[in-house]
């Protein structure tokens, strides 16, 4: 069975970047879309941005188009988030997650990882 391990999070300024990865011990990562999903302090958790197991296709959240880039590097069996421009409402658990369709709900996504914290300081 695939684990998940994210890793990256931390603390940053306002306006700071983040790079959290997302590493697969099993042997399909490939197959999957891999997600990053985020839960705020007494918030849902909520989609973040996904990529496509040919890695043309990726969707984000309005709420992060043009400041988080998701991307795959599969000789390293790991899948990254690049977060620039970084804001107080981007802090969060961050979760990386595999699923078998492209899509952003939460429920299609079968294998989580243990999340990573990232906070942003003004």
């Known amino acids: 069975q695939d684990q998940l391990v994210e890793s990256g999070g931390g603390v940053v300024q306002t306006g700071g970047s983040l790079r959290l990865t997302c590493a697969d011990s099993?042997?399909?990562?490939?197959?999957?879309?891999i997600g990053w999903f985020r839960q705020a302090p007494g918030k849902e958790r909520e989609f973040v941005a996904c990529?496509?197991?040919?890695?043309?296709?990726?969707l984000y959240a309005d709420s992060v188009k043009g400041r988080f880039t998701i991307s795959r590097d599969s000789a390293k069996n790991t899948v990254a988030l690049q977060m620039n421009s970084l804001q107080a409402a981007d802090t969060a658990v961050y979760y990386c997650?595999?699923?078998?369709?492209?899509?952003?709900?939460?429920?299609?996504?079968?294998?989580w990882g243990q999340g990573t914290q990232v906070t942003v300081s003004s």
């Open positions: 099993g042997h399909t990562f490939d197959r999957y879309i």
């Open positions: 997650a595999a699923s078998g369709r492209l899509r952003p709900v939460l429920t299609d996504y079968s294998y």
């Open positions: 990529i496509g197991s040919n890695d043309a296709l990726t």
